[in-house]
């Protein structure tokens, strides 16, 4: 004959068997094993049959019990299973996006840096340039001695250069202007040379709205047989008409390089008719053509060097140069 708490442990296991959710889970299990429950009560009873009897009635109440607490634990992983299943349908996300037939593609473009860096090297290649390139960490003899910058000089301070903790201290460094590339050209050929060399550049800048403390610059130099002044300013009279079209000019001032002589700093003009310094330029410096072993009896040169998100800040009348590198997709989608 069965006990009574056979009987509802028999209609437990079936509860638990079509329980639809943990909560009805948790109703049986307490109904069933809790403080105030059918085998707890039938546990309590247990002390009120003979000695000889209770053993055996020990045994089947306790299998009873394992009973119900492996349908508890089978309907748990059940319902849990299926309950993150369920979960995961419905936190899917669809990652497959169909545009509506009439949404136009927009495709991907370059930075309006790369693409006026792109253009400056078309520029000068049609000029009969070719494009070289160096290191972004340098030496101090690239960055500085062999451009006739000797590390007693004042002009050294003057680039706010940010240096590499490695060797000996000051010796290596980002390199703060791209002429250390006309270093490692002349070292490697012989002229005539006539190349440009673009790349990222490095100062110990505060950011505003018109300096970053990385940004890029662009190298000219010409080395060759009988070369002026005079084929410098053209060269960048030349450079700016085609980069600019017609309406932009450019001028000449006096100034200081260390391994330019005579030197000058180029403007170009706004339309509001103010200028806007554009770089440096002049005649390559006899030391810095002996630094290379060319003969500067021999050989003159002309070197130039500017800022090539100033330029495209210029082309595209952008108020912050900071703009460029905040990498905001709506102001990038507009060039
Ligand atoms: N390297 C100089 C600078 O960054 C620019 C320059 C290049 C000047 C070539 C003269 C000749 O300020």
Not at 26 to 36: F, I, Q
Not at 43 to 64: F, V, Y
Not at 213 to 229: H, S, Y
């Amino acid at each position: 004959m069965m006990e009574g708490y056979e009987q509802a442990a028999a209609d437990a296991a079936e509860r638990l068997a079509s329980a639809a959710d943990l909560d009805a889970v948790a109703d049986v299990e307490r109904e069933m094993l809790g403080r105030r429950s059918t085998f707890t009560e039938a546990k309590r009873r247990l002390g009120d049959l003979d000695p000889g009897e209770r053993a055996a009635a020990g045994r089947r109440l306790n299998a009873a019990r394992e009973r119900v607490e492996a349908s508890v634990a089978a309907a748990r992983a059940r319902l849990s299973a299926s309950g993150r299943a369920d979960r995961y349908a419905a936190e899917r996300l669809d990652l497959t996006e169909r545009l509506p037939r009439t949404t136009v593609l927009r495709r991907g473009h370059f930075h309006p840096v790369t693409q006026a860096r792109d253009r400056l090297e078309d520029v000068f290649v049609g000029m009969g340039y070719t494009v070289a390139e160096g290191p972004e960490v340098e030496s101090a003899w690239y960055n500085f001695e062999a451009l006739n910058i000797p590390d007693w000089h004042p002009a050294r301070g003057s680039f706010d250069t940010i240096f590499v903790n490695l060797g000996e201290s000051e010796e290596v460094m980002l390199r703060s202007h791209t002429s250390p590339v006309q270093i490692r050209v002349m070292e490697n050929r012989k002229p005539p040379i006539y190349i440009v060399a673009p790349g990222r550049t490095f100062r110990a800048d505060t950011a505003d709205a018109t300096h970053l403390p990385a940004f890029n610059q662009i190298e000219g130099l010409a080395v060759d047989r009988n070369i002026t002044m005079g084929d410098l300013a053209g060269t960048i009279d030349e450079f700016v008409r085609a980069f600019f079209g017609g309406e932009v000019k450019s001028r000449l001032r006096p100034s200081y390089f260390p391994f330019t002589e005579p030197s000058a700093e180029f403007d170009i003009s706004r339309p509001d008719g103010s200028w806007l310094e554009l770089g440096g330029c002049g005649m390559v410096h006899p030391n810095v053509l002996s630094n290379c072993g060319i003969d500067p009896e021999e050989w003159q040169g002309f070197a130039f060097g500017f800022g090539i998100d100033r330029l495209a800040v210029m082309r595209h009348e952008i108020d912050d140069i900071r703009e460029f590198v905040n990498n905001d997709v709506r102001f990038l989608s507009q060039f």
